[in-house]
């Protein structure tokens, strides 16, 4: 059983989303079981999987702007792995209208961004028009996941059984905690229900067939504890 009161939750919701409201119906369980240490054996690959990902090709990285004025562009990298750039050859610049391919020549790296430069562009005036373009890979050459590790673009839309096999409902979101990924189900029933990424609360990923396991509890209102306590 998992005691918290429910202004806590949408306390703890909002600052979750940067400042968004709670949604009516919540539903949160393990809230006080996220911890590094039990993350571990579940690995999300964050950047490799947004907005305009598709089925073969994945987000890496956003151009913010240019840098110098030879073409570079400096990357905000929406993967865990930075060290993938150092690789990085064939990839594409898209906007989710227009999708080129590019080839990458050099990297280096300033603070928390990456500094990439493109065979195909050796002027500052060439590259500005990128500003805010994703830089996509092709799926086969994204990150090699290990055991336990998966894309968050493999996971959502996917459904969610108890440890039941009952249907709860579809994995809808991922958000980042400083403790651990937690995922948000949007539950058959219309409310949400945000499940930390540990194993002791997800029993399996099943990518390949979009389903996810989850171990729920029951959620008492502290109010109720005390009650219970006086009987």
Known sequence: MVFLNLHMTEDFITELRGGASAPPLL?????????????????IYIGESMEHNTEDRLRVGVITSSHGIKGEVKVYPTTDDNDRFKSLDKCYLSNGRETLAVNCTSCKFLKNMVILKFKEYDNINDIERFKNYDILVDREDAVPLMDGE???CDVLDADVYDQNDEHIGILDDVLETPANDVFVVKKDDGGEMLIPVVPDFVLDVDTENKKVKVRTFEMVEADDLDDDAED
């Open 27 to 43: 539903h949160v369980i393990g809230v006080s079981l996220m911890t590094k240490h039990a993350s571990a054996c579940y690995h």
């Open 150 to 152: 998966f894309f968050i």
